[in-house]
């Protein structure tokens, strides 16, 4: 089984950054698409960002794009996600999602199989 557990969420200001991570237990780490996701009080579960195995193809939501960074070392089995300039609007618990069963960094929630329990990202005004 695979077990994902998320670090690194806080508060901060807007216009600040915090980076999370994401450790996951599984030996074939390395063979898996990796996905971030985001549910803020009240709305549904979004996706954020995802990366391949290799690292080399990596998507991002339209408004997340230019401010977040997916990025992955599969030595270490843990994926990452820088988020610069954050906004109040980022506000939201953050999901670690693994695809290990067929890596192909997709955009939905029902394309991961393994999901942390989450990181809260708080964004002052």
């Known amino acids: 089984q695979v077990q994902l557990v998320e670090s690194g969420g806080g508060l901060v200001q807007a216009g600040g950054s915090l980076r999370l991570a994401c450790a996951a237990s599984?030996?074939?780490?390395?063979?898996?698409?990796m996905g971030w996701f985001r549910q803020a009080p009240g709305k549904e579960r979004e996706f954020v960002a995802a990366?391949?195995?290799?690292?080399?193809?990596?998507y991002y939501a339209d408004s997340v794009k230019g401010r977040f960074t997916i990025s992955r070392d599969n030595a270490k089995n843990t994926v990452y996600l820088q988020m610069n300039r954050l906004k109040p609007e980022d506000t939201a618990v953050y999901y670690c999602?693994?695809?290990?069963?067929?890596?192909?960094?997709?955009?939905?929630?029902?394309?991961?199989?393994?999901w942390g329990q989450g990181t809260q990202v708080t964004v002052s005004s």
């Open positions: 990366i391949r195995w290799s690292g080399g193809n990596t």
């Open positions: 999602a693994a695809d290990s069963l067929l890596g192909r960094a997709g955009t939905t929630r029902l394309e991961y199989d393994y």
């Open positions: 599984a030996r074939t780490f390395s063979s898996y698409a």
